[in-house]
């Protein structure tokens, strides 16, 4: 599908640059960077934009630009640490495009992408749905249900995935696969569905907290193998290495990584997990006392 350029640009006027700053002692600054630049979605015409969590987590500053080239000061209002998203209220009123309903997609349906890339520049892509399976990812992170698409994002991470009506579906969040264009889309009623206590609390209240331990997880055939450590994360304090093939949690065998975050995803922050690890061809037994992902990611620093 190649959508009219009326609707392309009634999608791309809902559209925003987002350019993030963040402290040099925020724990998010070693694997995102200082500075971040993403797409926004404007959502409510009072000025809330949908944007991936991880382009504003730990800011301190965020820039705001529209299709006109017109820059506001943003300001973070809601993390939405388990789906992936994150509110930046503009204090301004701009147009904002219409809901959609992800759950009425079909695979092959026709959707496409508008997504910011520098300043007032907008860019497009057409593409189709491929599923809407579970996804999860190295970060502790999995969605019961993603929009997988046929395309690339064509800008920066945030774009809003539209259907041939120009309604919103979803947050473009990821590029997949080295080979091949594709990406991911966060669907839009993980927003929609719980604004209300989002913008009341600045976080999903109705979610139970979970466990989390600050480890990323390489996903290989018949084993997940960690790859790295969130530096003061409770994985780092319990001795977890790079390269540690994860075995077990809680003497329950682990079938791969969606296993993992399952059990591990079964405790509350504070509990004590063991997870079993082979280590340099050893078997080793490690408790885990866990964290609170929200806590950890709202510090301004971590100790030097």
Not at 42 to 66: C, F, I, K, M, R
Not at 179 to 186: D, E, H, K, W
Not at 208 to 222: D, E, K, N, T, V
Not at 250 to 256: F, G, I, S
Request: proline content about 5%; hydrophobic content about 40%; some cysteine.
């Amino acid at each position: 599908m190649e959508a009219p350029l009326e609707l392309l640009h009634s999608v791309a006027r809902c559209t925003v640059a987002v350019d993030v700053n963040v402290p040099a002692g925020h724990p998010t600054v070693a694997v995102l960077g200082l500075k971040r630049s993403g797409s926004g979605t404007v959502v409510d015409e009072a000025g809330l934009v949908l944007v991936p969590n991880y382009v504003v987590v730990g800011a301190d500053s965020v820039q705001v630009t529209d299709l006109e080239g017109s820059s506001v000061e943003g300001r973070v209002i809601a993390h939405d640490y388990g789906s992936g998203l994150a509110v930046v209220d503009i204090d301004k009123v701009v147009p904002a495009i219409t809901p959609g309903d992800s759950n009425t997609v079909d695979p092959g349906n026709d959707v496409f992408i508008v997504a910011a890339t520098e300043g007032m520049e907008r860019r497009t892509a057409s593409g189709v749905v491929t599923s809407a399976e579970p996804f999860d990812a190295y970060w502790e992170y999995r969605l019961e249900r993603a929009l997988s698409l046929s395309v690339a994002s064509p800008g920066q991470g945030g774009g809003a995935l539209a259907n041939s009506r120009g309604e919103l579906l979803g947050i473009v969040s990821l590029n997949l696969g080295i080979v091949g264009r594709q990406s991911l889309a966060i669907p839009a009623e993980n927003f929609y569905d719980h604004s209300e206590e989002l913008l009341a609390s600045g976080r999903r209240v109705s979610r139970p907290a979970r466990a989390w331990i600050g480890m990323f997880c390489y996903s290989l055939p018949g084993q997940t193998v960690l790859a790295g450590i969130m530096p003061e994360s409770p994985g780092e304090r319990a001795g977890l290495h790079a390269g540690d093939v994860m075995l077990a949690l809680d003497d329950t065998e682990l079938e791969d990584r969606a296993d993992l975050y399952h059990l591990l995803w079964m405790h509350k922050p504070g509990d004590t997990v063991c997870l079993r690890v082979q280590r340099e061809g050893k078997i080793l037994d490690l408790p885990v006392v866990t964290g609170d992902a929200e806590d950890y990611f709202s510090s301004d620093e971590i100790s030097a």
